[in-house]
């Protein structure tokens, strides 16, 4: 498992909302890319009631140091109350992909 990088994945309500959030997100440093599923859709349990709803999604590489710093300015940006944005460990990966993501990514 590499010990400093993850993959956040942070849904959202459609595509183009996702796609500004992300890049947002590289602009700042906060990530060194994402990968965006443009369609996907979710069924949900929320205020007591069953939703299906399409939604987009985005995996975001990072440092697993910035992992709150992404949650925090999630928070400031998305419209969702209880927006999804989960961290996964990487188990392996390229040794200079997982370089580039340190280097594009600002310090914790």
Request: hydrophobic content about 40%.
């Amino acid at each position: 498992m590499d010990p400093e990088c993850c993959e956040v994945v942070v849904t959202g309500p459609g595509a183009d909302w996702l796609a500004g959030y992300t890049r947002t997100l590289v602009e700042e440093r906060l990530a060194a890319c994402g990968h965006q599923l443009s369609a996907i859709r979710s069924v949900y349990r929320w205020a007591g009631e069953v939703h299906d709803d399409p939604e987009a999604r985005v995996a975001l590489h990072t440092r697993r140091a910035l992992v709150p710093a992404i949650v925090a300015r999630t928070a400031e940006l998305h419209p969702y109350d209880v927006p999804c944005v989960i961290a996964l460990p990487l188990v392996d990966g390229s040794p200079d992909y997982l370089r580039w993501v340190v280097t594009e990514t600002r310090e914790p």
